[in-house]
């Protein structure tokens, strides 16, 4: 069976949870009660849960190629409003990782395909940027500004979603943070100041009811 290791390893984890806290799966099967939203790169190096010690139940997650909030994506759409609406967050962290295959793809003018077209987002951010991330002579440290400076779009991008905004709107506690992840060590890093209103946010971007 090709996924033999797989179901080995499962069927012992679930036993040393249950070993742990005989209660765990039939609680979690009961509700899930996060209080955190991750946004996070779809890098298999950036496992959610185990960088920040949570365990099943306490992070809703949402990954994709570069940690991207698009305005049209469907299915971003649907995890923040179940994320805001239904389970009521309270901290929403979009979280980069240094060494970003899809941030440093960004940079470069070599096609890849369809995935093109979902990294012409960050390519828009390099773009404005540019003039900034051209004076760092290193190639892998110009990677790593830009996966910072894609963070605090991204995060800007979290702020100005009706959904968040709305939320503030009804009074809703809910912070938005910008985190980067450094593969080489391990650690979690703040990229810019966290935001908990619209206040911040530039006049244009704003919206009420
Ligand atoms: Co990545």
Known sequence: MPLRDLFVN???WAEE???DDPAFFSALADQQTPR??????????VPANEIVGLRPGELFVHRNVANVVVHSDLNFLSVLQYAVEVLKVEHIMVTGHYGCGGVR??????QYGLIDNWLRHIRDVYYRHQSDLDDIEDEDLRVDRM????????????????????AWSRGQKMWVHGLIYSIKDGLLHTVCSSI????????????TR
């Open 36 to 45: 955190y939203l991750w946004i996070g790169c779809a890098d298999s190096r």
């Open 10 to 12: 499962n069927a012992a």
């Open 196 to 207: 908990n209103g619209p206040d911040k946010m530039p006049r244009p971007y704003r919206v």
């Open 147 to 166: 996966c910072e400076l894609n963070v605090v779009e991204q995060m800007a991008n979290v702020c100005h979603t009706s959904i968040v905004q709305a």
């Open 105 to 110: 793809a960004s940079m470069q003018n070599e």
């Open 17 to 19: 949870m249950t070993r």
